[in-house]
């Protein structure tokens, strides 16, 4: 292995997931990381996808390393959009340049992949799963989930009115007046409430569920009007604000009283997940069989299996005259924003856990213990070992690791 440099050196991989157009660091905001005093070094072609050229990261204070292995044996930490566990089979080629003392920090999927964490605690990573990041006020500017859900929220209404046979908005013309499409969000989280913010500007009537009562003043700000169902919701969410899993009953009476929303609507936009669990099935055939002709359902939790029953992952198809879209990865589809927001999430996390050009894990500090899977050899994280079936590690222990 090479000698590395003397300060840490923040290393910027290309990205391995196929079609992922993101990468984990702008140029912009290396002047941030340097004022910090770290090195930042790019592997070659790193940003071009998203619009950012070499000699942009280079005008900025990043070095260029020769190539991927050479990033990885010199880097210190390593920010990745997608890193393992995040990425497919071709992904794992980075397991073998990941050795002991490295820091991994960005989309890791740990609750969905956590062999792959025990991997990387086997190798002696200190792994960072920004999936992880607590959803409290001081954690704000490190929400990459947030960020990218936003980008998702809006290109998921972008799609659908591109797809869909009429236009949104109303509009009084010579030829008579054109009424507004109507539009339904299913799940008001970040992605939906950006769903219902995007449809409203283009002038579509907008209607918004969500199994927590607690959002209804949220989807209203932005435009929405909030469909309110007589059901049980005690429980439905969890800490951090996320939705919690219900029961199979509960979803079954929901999808009977939200079966009138969905047949009047021109385009329905879901994005109720649960996080390390399967999407809930909202939406049966029978229901999109009701819908009229023409319409569009986007259906957002598609890479958790979907929301709607006829959503095949990845494609878009038309089942009794309804155009079902499940598309993956929407925030790589906008690159440039998506990467600029990534980038500066990234920078508040590392600026969290590095101070005078150091790394210090303090594990008082929620943000650092929530973000952190895998550190000197063992699983840390405390949802993980569970999935794994590791016995709980005690606090104290954890400090001292």
Known sequence: MEERNNGMIVGVPA??????????????VVPTLVKQGLQVMVEPGAGAAAGFADADYQAQGASLASDRRQLFAVAHIVLQVRGLGATTQIGRADLE???SGHVLVGLLNPLGAPKEMLELARRGVTAFALELVPRISRAQSMDALTSMATVAGYKAILLAATALPR?????????????????LVIGAGVAGLQAIATAHRL???VQAYDVRPAVKEQVESVGGKFLELPLDTQGA???????RAMGQEFYQRQQEMIRKAVAESDVVITTASVPGGQAPRLISAEMVRQMRHGSIIVDLAAETGG???????GETVEAYGVTIMAPLNLPSSIPYHASQMYARNMVSFLQNIIKEGELRLNLEDEVIRDTLVTHRGEVTNTRLRELLGLPLIEPSTLKGL
Do not use: D, F, K, Q
């Not at 990205?15 to 912009?28: D, K, Q």
């Not at 929301?307 to 992952?313: D, Q």
């Open 167 to 183: 236009m949104l908005p109303m509009m009084m013309t010579a030829a008579g007046t054109i009424t507004p499409a109507r539009v």
């Open 237 to 243: 969410e969890a800490a951090g604000g996320y939705a």
């Open 97 to 99: 340049l990941l050795h």
């Open 15 to 28: 990205e391995a997931y196929p079609g992922e157009r993101r990468v984990a660091l702008v140029p912009a």
């Open 307 to 313: 929301n709607c029953e006829l959503t095949r992952s």
């Open 203 to 205: 002038g579509a009537v």
